[in-house]
């Protein structure tokens, strides 16, 4: 069988400073419908090498619904088409997705409901300035002994993906990231 | 790379005298310049001991200062992937996602934009060549004095209250996008002494898997300044580089109207497809 080489891709650029009034939206971390009893909200802070919060970081999270299910579903960035400005998920569909950018100290947050499945975490891409390229990780919210990459990991690095439920706080989980250093959070490339 | 400094800098070019004297002298386009060869010389030497071809720029690439602390020392974590991988299926977007508008930003105000108005098409392919269809395409640009509506960009041009400088379309089902939009004007960073970005327009896309998740930015072809960009120069495969520039094509040209301009996409990682075809 004679295969076509494969296309060479575009390559990747910076996100840069200014995306700001471009690509977040409003109500990019609320995923979960309003007021669904199963709300979880997951929030954390971004670091640089240094230990220094990245206050121009953009996150997005990808998951699969609470059913299970891999397929998502379109209006995550709902418009009012008289006005044009986004309205929000219809409180309907779980589309999956999430936007967030962090805030002068770092921070993010997002309220979501927990995956379903056989994948128990998020998926999450890391964008900034400064950054080339793109960086995946995931955020695992329960630390499933089973999952062949968490087994891979050593387990400092391991802890590095798992998004700990905060005592005190209701259905709360952190998940940091930190982009450089001795910490550093662990990385992903699809092999 | 602090090792090297060059030669103390003419009296005419130091700063103010607000700035300390033992204050570290400016970083120089010449510094800039001989830090951007080295890592072009290193790719190509090792291109020519068999590396494979670096499609995508290295993370840890110092002549853009910003990447000195953002980047991981850690190699990554490999993946391999089965059906349930949640990055190998993506977000969807549809009709709510978008309105018509959005993908002209010369209408999105009272008036009409200052500059040069064009139009700017193409295609999103998978690296199989096959177009990825009902996708979001987002993009955000300067306007055409090189001055971007963000509170963070004070540089001394003018705003255009007709233009804010945000689009955003699905892909038809030919994978074609299309914008309507101003020719963005370069503009200052403070990179280095005198660093100018070249024209550009940043593109956001999304194709049937998360992994193939791109943000990237488009240049126009001629510029004089992409050989003092180092982001551009990030890129240090020459012909990967060249896929970030756009080709002036005058069949999209609209007489009397606007100038038109093709840059088609491949979007790169692993598809749905990943594992039949066991890559």
Same mark, same amino acid.
């Given at each position: 069988?004679?295969?076509?080489?494969?296309?060479?891709?575009?390559?990747?650029?910076?996100?840069?400073?200014?995306?700001?009034?471009?690509?977040?939206?409003?109500?990019?971390?609320?995923?979960?419908?309003?007021?669904?009893?199963?709300?979880?909200?997951?929030?954390?802070?971004?670091?640089?090498?240094?230990?220094?919060?990245?206050? &121009? *970081? #953009? =996150?997005?999270?990808?998951?699969? @619904?609470?059913?299970?299910? /891999?397929?998502? $579903?379109?209006?995550?960035? +709902?418009?009012?088409?008289?006005?044009?400005?986004?309205?929000?998920?219809?409180?309907?569909?779980?589309?999956?997705?999430?936007?967030?950018?962090?805030?002068?100290?770092?921070?993010?947050?997002?309220?979501?409901?927990?995956?379903?499945?056989?994948?128990?975490?998020?998926?999450?891409?890391?964008?900034?300035?400064?950054?080339?390229?793109?960086?995946?990780?995931?955020?695992?919210?329960?630390?499933?002994?089973? &999952? *062949? #990459? =968490?087994?891979?990991?050593?387990? @400092?690095?391991?802890?590095? /993906?798992?998004? $700990?439920?905060?005592?005190? +706080?209701?259905?709360?989980?952190?998940?940091?990231?930190?982009?450089?250093?001795?910490?550093?959070?662990?990385?992903?490339?699809?092999? | 790379?602090?090792?090297?400094?060059?030669?103390?800098?003419?009296?005419?070019?130091?700063?103010?005298?607000?700035?300390?004297?033992?204050?570290?002298?400016?970083?120089?386009?010449?510094?800039?310049?001989?830090?951007?060869?080295?890592?072009?010389?290193?790719?190509?030497?090792?291109?020519?001991?068999?590396?494979?071809?670096?499609?995508?720029?290295?993370?840890?690439?110092?002549?853009?200062?910003?990447?000195?602390?953002?980047?991981?020392?850690?190699?990554?974590?490999?993946?391999?992937?089965?059906?349930?991988?949640?990055?190998?299926?993506?977000?969807?977007?549809?009709?709510?996602?978008?309105?018509?508008?959005?993908?002209?930003?010369?209408?999105?105000?009272?008036?009409?934009?200052?500059?040069?108005?064009?139009?700017?098409?193409?295609?999103?392919?998978?690296?199989?060549?096959?177009?990825?269809?009902?996708?979001?395409?987002?993009?955000?640009?300067?306007?055409?004095?090189?001055?971007?509506?963000?509170?963070?960009?004070?540089?001394?041009?003018?705003?255009?209250?007709?233009?804010?400088?945000?689009?955003?379309?699905?892909?038809?089902?030919?994978?074609?996008?299309?914008?309507?939009?101003?020719?963005?004007?370069?503009?200052?960073?403070?990179?280095?002494?005198?660093?100018?970005?070249?024209?550009?327009?940043?593109?956001?896309?999304?194709?049937?898997?998360?992994?193939?998740?791109?943000?990237?930015?488009?240049?126009?072809?001629?510029?004089?300044?992409?050989?003092?960009?180092?982001?551009?120069?990030?890129?240090?495969?020459?012909?990967?580089?060249?896929?970030?520039?756009?080709?002036?094509?005058?069949?999209?040209?609209?007489?009397?109207?606007?100038?038109?301009?093709?840059?088609?996409?491949?979007?790169?990682?692993?598809?749905?497809?990943?594992?039949?075809?066991?890559?």
């Amino acid at each position: 069988m004679t295969a076509t080489p494969p296309l060479p891709p575009t390559p990747s650029q910076t996100v840069g400073p200014f995306y700001g009034y471009a690509l977040p939206f409003a109500g990019g971390g609320d995923v979960a419908p309003a007021g669904h009893p199963d709300t979880i909200t997951v929030h954390g802070r971004v670091f640089d090498g240094a230990g220094a919060p990245v206050p &121009d *970081a #953009l =996150l997005e999270f990808w998951q699969a @619904g609470p059913d299970g299910s /891999l397929a998502g $579903a379109p209006g995550s960035l +709902r418009r009012d088409p008289v006005t044009g400005a986004v309205v929000g998920r219809d409180g309907v569909e779980f589309t999956g997705f999430a936007r967030v950018p962090t805030d002068a100290d770092g921070h993010y947050a997002l309220r979501t409901l927990p995956p379903g499945g056989d994948a128990p975490y998020l998926s999450v891409c890391v964008f900034a300035r400064g950054l080339m390229h793109h960086l995946f990780t995931r955020a695992y919210l329960r630390e499933d002994a089973g &999952d *062949a #990459l =968490l087994a891979g990991l050593e387990p @400092g690095r391991r802890a590095t /993906l798992i998004a $700990a439920a905060e005592p005190g +706080r209701h259905r709360t989980y952190r998940f940091d990231i930190r982009l450089q250093g001795d910490e550093e959070t662990v990385f992903l490339e699809y092999v | 790379m602090t090792t090297s400094r060059p030669a103390p800098v003419p009296a005419a070019a130091q700063p103010p005298a607000a700035v300390p004297a033992q204050a570290a002298p400016p970083l120089l386009q010449s510094d800039i310049d001989r830090e951007v060869a080295e890592r072009q010389a290193a790719y190509e030497k090792a291109r020519a001991a068999g590396a494979p071809v670096a499609h995508h720029p290295p993370r840890d690439y110092l002549p853009y200062r910003s990447s000195a602390l953002r980047h991981p020392r850690q190699p990554p974590a490999a993946v391999s992937g089965d059906p349930d991988t949640a990055e190998l299926h993506g977000p969807v977007f549809g009709a709510t996602d978008v309105t018509e508008l959005d993908a002209d930003l010369t209408r999105q105000h009272q008036g009409e934009p200052l500059g040069e108005r064009i139009t700017v098409t193409g295609r999103v392919l998978d690296r199989d060549g096959r177009p990825v269809r009902g996708q979001l395409v987002e993009v955000w640009q300067a306007n055409a004095s090189g001055r971007y509506a963000h509170q963070r960009d004070q540089h001394p041009a003018p705003l255009d209250p007709n233009f804010t400088g945000v689009g955003r379309c699905l892909t038809d089902d030919d994978g074609t996008y299309t914008f309507t939009t101003v020719k963005p004007g370069a503009y200052p960073w403070r990179n280095h002494l005198n660093a100018w970005r070249p024209a550009h327009i940043h593109f956001s896309f999304f194709g049937t898997a998360f992994t193939q998740r791109l943000v990237t930015q488009m240049y126009f072809p001629g510029d004089p300044l992409f050989r003092y960009d180092p982001i551009l120069s990030s890129v240090t495969d020459t012909s990967a580089r060249e896929r970030l520039v756009a080709a002036y094509d005058h069949g999209l040209s609209s007489p009397e109207w606007s100038l038109g301009y093709r840059w088609d996409v491949v979007l790169d990682g692993p598809s749905a497809t990943w594992i039949e075809e066991g890559r």
